[in-house]
């Protein structure tokens, strides 16, 4: 029988490979997505991808003697992208409309007072495989709203499901063991949760 414990990087503890977390492994969950008075499980349900979150910060460029030193000035968080199956029902496209009214409503063309009454929370749950599925790990997104969406095409040459292609800008990001309630451990990007709670909207 091989020993698969010699098969990783020579280590002071140990050679043993560490199991990697897998892409297909996950989950999206929406709160305060739409209309708010219903369940968005559908939505989860016909996530195809998301993109995990992205940070950049720019620079400050200190000139010394005979040399230049950099500090870390303002950060980004990159947008993320959400591809959804538009199913028969219509329900991930009716969610997204739902959303899309609450940022701007186009017929009235009536917007609303503040960021507090249209964006959402969005978590990303990393699953471990087993069933119902045990959560590894959480980004939780605040401040979130739809930036861009594109509705995919209709195409008599190909067999390919109809796909919609969510952009979502948001404030702030936080990774978290387990569930949103671990933000307060060595590893996470807060000392606590982001406002009142993992998924404030506010702003």
């Known amino acids: 029988m091989a020993d698969l414990t ?27 997505f739409g209309n708010n008075n219903g369940s968005t499980v559908d939505f989860t349900q016909n996530v195809v991808s998301v993109t995990r979150p992205s940070l950049t910060h ?8 005979n040399s230049r030193a950099y500090l870390a000035a303002k950060h980004t968080w990159e947008p993320i992208t959400i591809t959804l199956r538009d199913d028969m ?43 119902p599925g045990v959560v590894i790990e959480t980004w939780s997104l605040n401040g979130c709203f739809i930036q861009n969406v594109n509705y995919g095409e209709n195409n008599y040459a190909t067999s390919d ?7 979502i800008r948001y404030d702030a990001a936080d990774i978290h063991s387990i569930e949103q309630a671990a ?21």
């Not at 990697?20 to 929406?30: A, E, G, S, T």
């Not at 609303?112 to 929370?121: H, Q, V």
């Not at 933000?183 to 949760?193: F, K, Y």
Request: zero cysteines.
């Open 6 to 32: 010699q098969y990783g990087v020579p280590t002071t503890t140990t050679n043993v490979i560490m199991m990697p977390k897998l892409q297909y492994r996950f989950r999206v969950n929406m709160y305060g």
């Open 58 to 65: 720019e620079e400050v460029t200190l000139d010394a003697y």
């Open 89 to 131: 029902n219509n329900a991930a496209s009716k969610h997204v409309a739902s959303q899309l009214q609450k940022q701007l409503n186009h017929g009235l063309q009536s917007a609303p007072a503040a960021g507090k009454d249209y964006k959402f929370g969005l978590v990303i749950e990393q699953l471990d495989g087993s069933q």
């Open 161 to 167: 499901v109809v796909l919609i292609t969510l952009q």
């Open 183 to 203: 933000a307060t451990e060595a590893g996470a990007l807060t000392n606590g949760l982001l406002g009142n709670s993992a998924i404030n909207p506010a702003v």
